[in-house]
């Protein structure tokens, strides 16, 4: 089936440029002008990917991301004609998988978008398959807390500061289900002066790291519109 992008542009004439570039590579596009509008689309129908501008008549893309972030992991590539190195790094801070610059070349965006729908069909895959596989477990990974690292499977994981914090909290207690406001208060410093999905971006980046030593293991379970928790496998 065709994938399904959302895009939210104010600009008729660039919301017409990218409907073409991905009508013509055989996407679904649906245009909507405002964010609310745009929520509106996604709690209704799902779609495969959301292209999304940042200045809307009713409000900041960023804010529309970051509201979609607290429960959903679908794509979201950042169209903005504010090419300000803030934006960008602010945009894909809070989640966001691409960022195009206006203006842009409409085959490269096209591109950009089929390279974002590959990766994220094949980390679904790979999560299809560890969960079909054999039960993910947290067994296999060795805290040393004097030295502030983690093993796994003997290997050790090259984790930055808030990566250790963050799988040393979830393998504290296996199976309990941490909301993201329980981690950022047991991981950061300043919890109120960080985005919440400061943790989903740690979360992605340790997934990545644990998948290097072990491609199919992810005992890192996302709890939707609740938080992330670890499993373990009963060792009796
Ligand atoms: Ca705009």
């Known amino acids: 089936m065709a994938a399904r992008v959302l895009l939210v542009e104010d600009e008729p004439s660039i919301a017409e440029i990218v409907e073409f570039a991905l009508a013509s590579e055989g996407f679904g596009v649906t245009w909507r002008t405002l964010a609310r509008d745009a929520e509106a689309v996604l709690s209704a129908d799902a779609h495969d990917l959301l292209i999304l501008d940042i200045g809307l008549p009713d409000g900041s893309g960023l804010e529309l991301l ?7 992991d679908m794509p979201v590539l950042i169209l903005s004609a504010r090419n300000a190195e803030l934006d960008r790094v602010l945009g894909l801070e809070l989640g966001a998988d691409d960022y195009v610059g206006k203006p842009f070349s409409p085959r490269e965006l096209a591109a950009r978008v089929k390279a974002i729908l590959k990766r994220s069909a094949r980390t679904r895959a790979i999560a299809a398959e560890s969960a079909a596989s054999e039960p993910a477990d947290s067994s296999g990974f060795e805290v040393d807390e004097m030295r502030a690292t983690i093993r796994f499977r003997n290997r050790p994981l090259d984790l930055t500061r808030y990566e250790y914090l963050i799988l040393k909290t979830l393998l504290n207690q296996p199976e309990r289900v941490f909301s993201r406001a329980q981690l950022m208060d047991r991981v950061w410093p300043d919890p109120a002066a960080s985005f919440e999905r400061s943790v989903d971006t740690h979360i992605k980046t340790l997934r990545a790291k644990l998948r290097e030593i ?4 992810d005992p890192i379970r996302t709890h939707r519109g609740l938080g992330y928790s670890i499993r373990v496998m009963d060792q009796s």
Not at 66 to 72: H, N, P, T
Not at 214 to 217: N, V
């Open 66 to 72: 970051k509201r979609i972030r607290r429960d959903s």
């Open 214 to 217: 072990e491609p199919r293991f």
